[in-house]
């Protein structure tokens, strides 16, 4: 069983700074509290496909971003926490969306931590709006 909680939206100008957070209920065998797995924040726009724009890998702490919020979005994990964490700065208008935490289907590496389809588990979203 997962649950996933996200919270930190809200609306900001353009160039100001907003923090999501993922708060991650898991159950597992494993003594780390997500069995490497990928956590990824995805985000989709009115209208639009959901996508991805930051991923972690639990177990070793490796990143990827999106190219469109790479220098300004960071993703980190607190793990006494169990939760995640999305720093966004410097926000555009086109940022603009629904932001969701996910968990991915597997465990392991994964060649495409940002493709909306390598996620099972999802939370119910955040809102972030960022107005020019």
């Known amino acids: 069983h997962v649950h996933l909680v996200e919270s930190g939206g809200g609306s900001v100008q353009t160039g100001g700074s907003l923090t999501l957070s993922c708060a991650v209920s898991?159950?597992?065998?494993?003594?780390?509290?997500?069995?490497?797995?990928?956590i990824g924040w995805l985000r989709q726009a009115r209208g639009k496909e959901r996508v991805g724009v930051a991923a972690v890998y639990t177990g070793d702490g490796r990143t990827d971003y999106a190219d469109s919020v790479k220098g300004r979005f960071t993703i980190s994990q607190d793990n006494d926490k169990r939760t995640l964490y999305l720093q966004m700065n410097s926000l555009k208008p086109e940022d603009t969306a629904m932001y969701y935490c996910?968990?991915?289907?597997?465990?392991?590496?994964?060649?495409?931590?940002?493709?909306?389809?390598?996620?099972?588990?999802w939370g119910q979203g955040t809102q972030v709006t960022v107005s020019s």
């Open positions: 898991v159950y597992t065998s494993s003594t780390h509290y997500m069995g490497w797995y990928y």
């Open positions: 996910a968990k991915s289907r597997t465990r392991g590496y994964s060649n495409y931590p940002l493709q909306s389809y390598s996620y099972d588990y």
